[in-house]
T-cell receptor, first 114, second 113 residues
Framework: KAGVTQTPRYLIKTRGQQVTLSCSPI?????VSWYQQTPGQGLQFLFE???????NKGNFPGRFSGRQFSNSRSEMNVSTLELGDSALYLC?????????????FGEGSRLTVL | GENVEQHPSTLSVQEGDSAVIKCTYS??????FPWYKQELGKRPQLIID?????GEKKDQRIAVTLNKTAKHFSLHITETQPEDSAVYFC????????????FGTGTRLTVIP
């Protein structure tokens, strides 16, 4: 099985722009979650989707949004980029309710905001 | 919400020695505690997890202990090897299928050959 795939892997944006990141989960996985990883803060939960519905949301401003499509692929969007948004954005998938709990992470999208 | 604290932030050990990483959590309702290992430039991967109905779990050289009363859990790595060098993250969540893991800030473990 192919693993979790994230695109793009690297991108550079300037302040005020917006960005869209994509995540394709492992085949058969219906739950997708997003995390922001920064050197000082570790991994911080952004949001989680299951069956196209957002089930949980972390403590991030409304500039951060996401969605999930019927094929379980997910996108996250950050509008009005700030310097502090520079981070590695990790997507993770799992089968869904009642699974073992293990998250399968992608390699991440590294965003640099100049 | 849940708050997970992790210590130490960096840890260096000689090859063959043991390494211990400790985490505390704030929400007494948390019942699932995984540990993830992230090698340099790679994705985090689950190495071991424990649920609140057990106090200890072992998998070869890795063990995790949980003290629900004190709300802390620890990762123990014995007979460390250079390939154990990585960043380790503890996490906590509620529910069997919860996806919103609350992670600690990570421990960079260096095993010196």
């Amino acid at each position: 099985k192919a693993g979790v795939t994230q695109t793009p892997r690297y991108l550079i944006k300037t302040r005020g722009q917006q960005v869209t990141l994509s995540c394709s989960p492992i085949s058969g996985h219906r739950s997708v979650s997003w995390y922001q990883q920064t050197p000082g803060q570790g991994l911080q939960f952004l949001f989680e989707y299951f069956s196209e519905t957002q089930r949980n949301k972390g403590n991030f401003p409304g500039r951060f949004s996401g969605r999930q499509f019927s094929n379980s692929r997910s996108e996250m969007n950050v509008s009005t980029l700030e310097l502090g948004d520079s981070a590695l954005y990790l997507c993770a998938s799992k089968p869904g309710p009642g699974d073992t709990g293990e998250l399968f992470f992608g390699e991440g999208s590294r965003l640099t905001v100049l | 919400g849940e708050n997970v604290e992790q210590h130490p932030s960096t840890l260096s050990v000689q090859e063959g020695d043991s390494a211990v990483i400790k985490c505390t959590y704030s929400d007494s309702a948390s019942n699932y505690f995984p540990w993830y290992k992230q090698e340099l430039g790679k994705r985090p991967q689950l190495i071991i997890d424990i649920r609140s109905n057990v106090g200890e779990k072992k998998d070869q050289r890795i063990a995790v202990t949980l003290n629900k009363t004190a709300k802390h859990f620890s990762l123990h790595i014995t007979e460390t090897q250079p390939e154990d060098s990585a960043v380790y993250f503890c996490a906590a969540s509620k529910g069997t299928g919860a996806n919103n893991l609350f992670f600690g800030t990570g421990t960079r473990l260096t095993v010196i050959p």
